[in-house]
T-cell receptor, first 111, second 120 residues
Framework: SQQGEEDPQALSIQEGENATMNCSYK?????LQWYRQNSGRGLVHLIL?????REKHSGRLRVTLDTSKKSSSLLITASRAADTASYFC???????????FGQGTRLTINP | GAGVSQSPSNKVTEKGKDVELRCDPI?????LYWYRQSLGQGLEFLIY????????KSGLPSDRFSAERTGGSVSTLTIQRTQQEDSAVYLC??????????????????FGPGTRLLVL
């Protein structure tokens, strides 16, 4: 299946530290996206990286993509309590409009 | 502008009853998606609408599930004869698909707050 898999499933760090989450997928993709979900409700789009890109930044977020390893990482620098949430990667591939989501990483930032 | 809205926010029903969940996408968005998320799990794709094209129903788990999109805007997801395993959060998302169906600028999906369904 195309499904992305996040690693780790859960991550707990102290406020101010950096958090790194990884995503692996199985087939060639068109793009990969990261979303955040608070309290099990709606998802918020964070960042999109295309298959021909290797790295993107948005504020405290840094995403990398390694298509040879079929993996991506999301780095949140200088974490804050408000970053506590579940983070999902989602992939799309050429010819398909739907996104396939992974199971998510539950991130907890301790004050 | 207004985001994606869903109603109701919460729905409790008895096993065997039918339920209807509503989604109002962002105005002008041509694509609409329904997902289901069980407790602590990722999102499971259910169905996708794009303009006047036939919907992609490949994710619907059984024939008890159906969805329609009227006038290219509002969508209703219907679950007939609900079962306890249908309990989940049902999420709707919309996005802007450019001409030719190429998701270039508008690949981002914008999600509603979801409907939490509990089947007793």
């Amino acid at each position: 299946s195309q499904q992305g898999e996040e690693d780790p499933q859960a991550l707990s760090i102290q406020e101010g530290e950096n958090a790194t989450m990884n995503c692996s997928y199985k087939t060639s993709i068109n793009n990969l996206q990261w979303y955040r979900q608070n309290s099990g409700r709606g998802l918020v789009h964070l960042i999109l990286i295309r298959s021909n890109e290797r790295e993107k930044h948005s504020g405290r977020l840094r995403v990398t993509l390694d298509t040879s390893k079929k993996s991506s990482s999301l780095l949140i620098t200088a974490s804050r309590a408000a970053d506590t949430a579940s983070y999902f990667c989602a992939t799309s591939w050429q010819g398909a409009q739907k996104l396939v989501f992974g199971q998510g990483t539950r991130l907890t930032i301790n004050p | 502008g207004a985001g994606v809205s869903q109603s109701p926010s919460n729905k409790v029903t008895e096993k065997g009853k039918d339920v209807e969940l509503r989604c109002d996408p962002i105005s002008g968005h041509t694509a609409l998606y329904w997902y289901r998320q069980s407790l602590g799990q990722g999102l499971e794709f259910l169905i996708y609408f794009q303009g006047n094209s036939a919907p992609d129903k490949s994710g619907l788990p059984s024939d008890r599930f159906s969805a329609e999109r009227t006038g290219g805007s509002v969508s209703t997801l219907t679950i007939q004869r609900t079962q306890q395993e249908d309990s989940a959060v049902y999420l709707c998302a919309s996005s802007l698909i450019l001409a030719g169906g190429l998701m270039a600028f508008g690949e981002t999906q914008y999600f509603g707050p979801g409907t939490r369904l509990l089947v007793l």
